[in-house]
C-alpha cells in the first residue's frame, strides 16, 4: 500500500539554524508529493508540493526534492526562525480527487 | 484568497448521539474530501467526494459515516451514533486537481 514515514520529533533548533525533516515513501506508481504544515491551533496549510521525479518544490525559504532513486522527500530550510514552530507533515497522493496519506508529523520548536 | 471554512469550530456531544460537521468548499472545486486527526495522531483520510458520489473510502469510514452535498455549497459528514473513540479534529478539505485546500477543522468531542 501507500504509506509516508516521516523522521520522529520533536525537533528543537536555535533561530538561524539549518533545518532537514527526513521523509521517505511507498507507493504504487508515481505519486505526487507534499509538506504541510500545522501551526498551533490551527488547520493544515499546504506548504509544498512535487509532482514528478527531480521537482524541487520551494516556499518560504523550504524547499524539498523528489527524489525517486531513494523514494525521499526531504524538507530542508537554510536558517529556521522563530515563527517555523510548527507540526511538519509529508503526505503523498496518487492521483488528483484521491486520498492524501499523511506521515505522522514531525514538530519542530525554534528557540530564540 | 478563497478558503475551505467550517462549522462549527467545536462540537461537544454524548456518546450515542447524530452529528453533522459543516463545510463550505472553495467554489470552483470538484473533489471534497473529509480527514480525521486525534489528538497527538497523525492524520487520517476519511472519505472523498467527486460527482456527487463517493469516489474513494477508507476502512474508518464504516456505516456509521456518510457525507452528503445538499445544496450547491455545503459538504456535510454526519456521524450516526457517536463513541468515545470518534473526538478528534475532523478536516474538510477541497481540490481542483492536486492543490488540496483545508478547512480549520471541527474538534468534536464525545462525552
Known amino acids: 500500500g501507500n504509506s509516508v514515514t516521516q523522521m520522529e520529533g520533536p525537533v528543537t533548533l536555535s533561530e538561524e539554524a539549518f533545518l532537514t525533516i527526513n521523509c521517505t515513501y511507498t507507493?504504487?506508481?508515481?505519486?505526487?508529493l507534499f509538506w504541510y504544515v500545522q501551526y498551533p491551533g490551527e488547520g493544515l496549510q499546504l506548504l509544498l508540493k512535487?509532482?514528478?521525479?527531480?521537482d524541487k518544490g520551494s516556499n518560504k525559504g523550504f524547499e524539498a526534492t523528489y527524489r525517486k532513486e531513494t523514494t525521499s522527500f526531504h524538507l530542508e530550510k537554510g536558517s529556521v526562525q522563530v515563527s517555523d514552530s510548527a507540526v511538519y507533515f509529508c503526505?503523498?497522493?496518487?492521483?488528483?480527487?484521491?486520498?492524501?496519506?499523511f506521515g505522522k508529523g514531525t514538530s519542530l520548536l525554534v528557540t530564540p | 484568497e478563497p478558503e475551505v471554512t467550517q462549522t462549527p469550530s467545536h462540537q461537544v456531544t454524548q456518546m450515542g448521539q447524530e452529528v453533522i460537521l459543516r463545510c463550505v468548499p472553495i467554489?470552483?472545486?470538484?473533489?471534497f474530501y473529509w480527514y480525521r486527526q486525534i489528538l497527538g495522531q497523525k492524520v487520517e483520510f476519511l472519505v472523498s467526494?467527486?460527482?456527487?458520489?463517493?469516489?474513494?473510502k477508507s476502512e474508518i469510514f464504516d456505516d456509521q459515516f456518510s457525507v452528503e452535498r445538499p445544496d450547491g455549497s455545503n459538504f456535510t459528514l454526519k456521524i450516526r451514533s457517536t463513541k468515545l473513540e470518534d473526538s478528534a479534529m475532523y478536516f474538510c478539505?477541497?481540490?481542483?486537481?492536486?492543490?488540496?485546500?483545508f478547512g480549520p477543522g471541527t474538534r468534536l468531542t464525545v462525552t
Open positions: 512535487a509532482t514528478k521525479a527531480d
Open positions: 467526494f467527486y460527482n456527487n458520489e463517493i469516489s474513494e
Open positions: 507507493a504504487t506508481g508515481y505519486p505526487s
Open positions: 467554489s470552483n472545486h470538484l473533489y
Open positions: 503526505a503523498l497522493s496518487v492521483d488528483s480527487g484521491y486520498a492524501l496519506n
Open positions: 478539505a477541497s481540490s481542483e486537481f492536486d492543490n488540496r485546500s
